[in-house]
């Protein structure tokens, strides 16, 4: 795919790929400020990079709190891309590439906690804490009939809803659950899922070129193994390359 492609020349012109990262995609080195990707967020720093050296340009990464930041800096023209999770609710507002990696859903529950699977969890009285606006959040609410779930703005504040016994289970992407449950001890995640997250780059709407280069370049990386391989480097558990053809 040449430099020369009209498709991306305006990244090319800027000499950058401006990439959102979103809360729990990244962590901050607490001297430096540096930006680690974390999960979802090892995944898009290490494929963007694989992308901008195509093109011969830089990455500059750009921390939100939550996707609806980092939604609306694709809308308003701050950034460029996103890795976000395939959902329906999303569609009306940015234009997704062919899924990259996949993973599932599940619950993180504290000491001694009688449930022992998702459907198991779904039972009144019980409160299921979430992130509002996460994809692991909107599967979810399609699904539970029964329970409480009471959401908050960033992972972080619903660990301590959990771990403070304001909440029975913490919904939240599996590879996430299991560093939270470090520390938390005799917590368990959950065996089962109640979902599986499909996670696509995504582009603001009327880029028809761009991403159309990119779903080239997302399929040619998934044939070359690159994306494997960003999975194996990140220790990813849970993760799995996004089947060809696959869709939400």
Do not use: W
């Not at 992308?51 to 950034?79: F, I, N, R, Y």
């Not at 692991?136 to 009939?145: C, E, F, M, N």
């Not at 391989?229 to 390359?241: K, M, N, P, T």
């Amino acid at each position: 795919m040449p430099r020369a492609d009209p498709r991306i020349a305006d990244l090319v012109q800027a000499g950058k790929i401006r990439v959102a990262l979103f809360l729990p995609q990244y962590t901050k080195h607490p001297v430096s400020g540096e930006l680690r990707g974390l999960g979802t967020g090892f995944v898009a720093m290490e494929i963007t990079r694989a992308l901008a050296a195509s093109l011969g340009v830089e990455v500059l990464l750009m921390e939100h709190p939550t996707p609806p930041k980092a939604v609306a800096s694709l809308q308003s023209g701050a950034c460029d891309v996103a890795f976000l999770g395939i959902e329906p609710s999303r569609a009306a507002e940015v234009d997704f590439s062919p899924p990259v990696v996949q993973f599932d859903y599940t619950y993180l529950v504290p000491a001694r906690s009688p449930i022992y699977s998702t459907a198991g969890a779904d039972r009144p009285g019980i409160r299921i804490v979430v992130v509002r606006n996460h994809a692991s959040t909107l599967a979810l609410g399609r699904i539970v009939k029964h329970a409480e779930l009471v959401g908050v703005e960033l992972p972080d504040s619903a660990f301590d809803l959990l771990r403070a016994g304001h909440a029975d289970a913490f919904a939240l992407p599996r590879e996430q659950l299991l560093d939270y449950s470090n520390n938390l001890p005799g917590s368990r995640v959950l065996e089962d899922s109640y979902g599986v997250n499909l996670v696509a780059m995504a582009v603001a709407k009327g880029q028809a070129g761009r991403l159309a280069y990119i779903n080239e370049f997302i399929e040619a990386a998934k044939a070359s193994g690159l994306i494997q391989r960003a999975i194996d480097r990140g220790a990813l558990r849970g993760f799995a390359v996004a089947l060809p053809g696959k869709s939400h």
